[in-house]
């Protein structure tokens, strides 16, 4: 099967040839369809992502949708030609989405949402599964609640403006001018970071109370930003991307609380797996429902040109989701 390989840490992605994988317990073996790209992707590809834990030469891409072409022994619930989609390689050990084959746990898997396509379906797994952990299972976004997140118009914030929304809050997101329709156009209330102090905009919509769930998909100062804008005693910050060194002063000043998510815990340590497929059904669910739809980069590109999408997502140009079309 063809794969696109990466032989050396800020090197290029070659295209290859490999053995088609063979399902083994608790495996399925999916036919790619589609493979999303994330900035993740781009940071395992340069080096700059040791929390990823991938060891050379690997075979890159995180997100997928496809087609169940086996089921190995002990798997159930999936057959072949049923439509998948998942969050199931590209870090440690484990293959990637960047190949026409994977072998990946069932454990990973959830059918693909009726209404959506493969393409848009691989958009959504890191996205999601990110977005449930930080504002479901952390925070318990909930009816009455006003959500502020940093980064509305990214893929994770598209999807975390989505999920608020369907589960009853009220929602604002900070992003650029640029973005700023496209925060809209998702239902919540746009803030431009640029022009706009976190001062004044929890001033404008909170009354100064601060934000009940502050969701932080930016990291670095975005992080400490986000200490000042929640509410008092009830607020919750949670981040995606929490890794810096950052003073909690703020947040204790208020007497509210922070949680952190790390969506690729269970697939390097291969405990939590089943939660993974259960939040991707819960997006089927909605998604099915009209309620989750992902906004996609128009541009195409292939295996053979996996190398330009990288730089596409790096340069910061698209205007939704890259997703690489692998059959």
């Not at 848009?120 to 997140?149: F, K, N, S, Y």
């Not at 200490?227 to 002063?249: E, K, N, P, Q």
Request: negative net charge.
């Amino acid at each position: 099967m063809r794969v696109v390989v990466l032989k050396e840490f800020g090197g290029q992605l070659v295209l290859d040839d490999i053995e088609k994988p063979v399902p083994g317990p608790g495996q399925v073996l999916v036919r790619i369809a589609a493979s999303g790209v994330n900035p993740l992707d781009t940071k395992i590809r340069a080096g700059k992502a040791a929390h990823a834990q991938n060891r050379l030469p690997a075979v890159l891409g995180l997100d997928l949708a496809g087609v169940v072409a086996e089921v190995g022994p002990e798997v159930t619930g999936f057959a072949p030609g049923d439509e998948v989609y998942g969050l199931t390689g590209g870090v440690g050990e484990l293959q990637g989405s960047l190949a026409e084959y994977a072998a990946v746990d069932a454990r990973l898997l959830a059918r693909k949402p009726e209404p959506l396509s493969l393409r848009e379906a691989a958009a959504l797994p890191l996205a999601v599964i990110t977005t449930w952990e930080a504002l479901v299972d952390r925070a318990q976004v909930r009816t009455g609640q006003q959500v502020l997140i940093h980064g509305g118009a990214g893929g994770v914030g598209q999807v975390a403006i989505q999920i608020a929304r369907a589960r009853g809050a009220e929602v604002f997101a900070t992003g650029s001018p640029r973005s700023l329709e496209t925060i809209a156009r998702l239902g919540a209330t746009p803030i431009d970071y640029t022009t706009t102090p976190a001062q004044d905009y929890v001033a404008e919509h909170t009354g100064g109370e601060g934000f009940d769930v502050v969701f932080d998909t930016i990291g670095g100062a975005t992080l400490d930003l986000s200490f000042t804008a929640v509410r008092t005693y009830t607020g919750h910050v949670v981040s995606a991307l929490g890794w810096g060194t950052h003073a909690l002063a703020p947040l204790s000043f208020r007497g509210a609380s922070y949680s952190g998510v790390f969506t690729l815990l269970p697939m390097l340590t291969g405990r939590g797996r089943e939660h993974h497929g259960e939040i991707l059904r819960e997006a089927s669910a909605l998604a099915d429902a009209g309620a989750l739809k992902p906004l996609l980069d128009p541009r195409r590109f292939t295996l053979a040109t996996v190398a330009d999408a990288h730089a596409a997502v790096e340069a910061g140009t698209s205007t939704g989701k890259i997703v690489i079309d692998v059959e």
